[in-house]
């Protein structure tokens, strides 16, 4: 795709392999090899995704990195859009602001913190042009949580709010399918911004939108905190009413990073009624709680499943426990959603029951539970 050169070895290159060739200068400036400091290179038409991870020692100027790395690859013939995502082990701005060393300098002991103190977390701040940010969050895996997600999504649309969802799920992003914005790049903002790709009149980015799907990400905390500190920080919604989050499951690293660097209006917890997924919902609304997020309520999803043909109710996971927990914990019980063919068909279809199936049943449920949530925010 970069064209033919006249040296044969070069010739006989993989894409990907001239994106590194290119980029070593940059590495050894760093110091670093040049597939240590770049982990992903991935090539979809006249996109680059490049993935850079600074490790213990970012550099005390990255953005300047970024903008060489997105020049000298925007050099490459037939690219026009570069996607730089960065990660490090430590926050660059510790490194920016520590002093620099003189060879005849004698490196002092860090300092400690006072007895019984610990150092201050970062403050959450709101995001440029987001109004409202809601995360939609499950204990558990297997919930229904990423398709409720994009349900209320299209609801909050469908009221006439500006929305917009983030995939913060690194490992297992389901936004570009369930958006069908699959191989679809986000391209940049002049500002040096990413721009959210646009579907159904909702504007949504996931880390799906930016690598090979296929790709398995094998990152540990700090790298996996970077890229997701990147897509809360550096999208450029515009202007969004309400900003969905869709969270892993879980109460781990993305959690927290959400917490301490957005400003959250509040929290959906999404649980079947079985017991397990209960359990580990409380975990979830535990954690949003010593976090001081509000929990706008619960969501029992896969509730119960009525037969196409006799009409007869079946309680698959068990009916109603979800309720029970709202009601023990006093939080508010936002619906339930069943276990519908609809709902799976066109979530498959990358056209969602709210935006795909509009009149029925399934979607108004949907419309009904986002209603209550604009109302608990003042929307």
Not at 26 to 32: K, N, P, Q
Not at 64 to 72: G, P, R, T
């Amino acid at each position: 795709m970069f064209g033919r050169g006249k040296d044969k070895e070069k010739d006989d290159q993989k894409p990907e392999d001239v994106v590194y060739d290119a980029l070593k200068p940059v590495a050894h400036a760093l110091g670093r090899a040049v597939r240590e400091l770049f982990l992903q290179v991935t090539i979809t038409v006249d996109n680059v995704t490049v993935v850079m991870d600074f490790g213990q020692n970012p550099p005390s100027n990255p953005d300047a990195v970024k903008e060489d790395v997105e020049e000298i690859v925007k050099g490459l013939p037939k690219i026009s859009t570069v996607t730089v995502i960065m990660t490090a082990s430590k926050p660059i701005e510790s490194q920016a602001s520590a002093p620099e060393s003189t060879p005849d300098s004698v490196p002092s002991k860090p300092s400690k913190p006072a007895a019984g103190r610990r150092p201050a977390p970062p403050k959450p701040k709101a995001l440029p042009g987001v109004k409202h940010i809601i995360a939609v969050a499950s204990g558990k895996g297997g919930v229904g949580k990423s398709t409720t997600a994009i349900n209320l999504t299209l609801a909050f649309s469908s009221m006439g709010l500006k929305a917009g969802i983030l995939d913060a799920d690194i490992f297992g992003p389901s936004i570009p399918k369930l958006t069908n914005t699959q191989g679809q790049k986000p391209q940049s903002s002049q500002a040096g911004k990413i721009l959210p790709v646009e579907s159904m009149g909702i504007k949504a980015i996931s880390i799906g939108h930016m690598i090979d799907a296929t790709a398995p990400i094998v990152w540990r905390g700090p790298r996996l905190m970077g890229a997701i500190g990147q897509l809360i920080n550096d999208v450029d919604w515009d202007d969004l009413d309400i900003l969905v989050v869709d969270l892993p499951p879980g109460t781990g690293d993305v959690q927290l990073t959400l917490v301490q660097q957005a400003t959250l209006a509040g929290a959906v917890i999404v649980s079947t009624p079985q017991d397990l997924a209960l359990i580990d919902a409380r975990k979830g609304i535990e954690m949003f709680k010593k976090t001081e997020t509000q929990i706008l309520g619960i969501i029992e999803n896969m509730s119960y499943f009525l037969c196409p043909s006799c009409g007869d109710q079946s309680d698959i996971f068990g009916h109603g426990g979800a309720r029970e927990t709202s009601a023990a914990l006093s939080i508010d019980f936002l619906g339930e959603i069943p276990l519908h063919m609809n709902i799976r068909a066109t979530a498959d279809a990358g056209n969602p029951v709210v935006n795909g199936r509009p009149m029925s049943k399934e979607a108004g449920i949907y419309r009904e539970i986002a209603e209550k949530i604009t109302k608990s925010l003042g929307i």
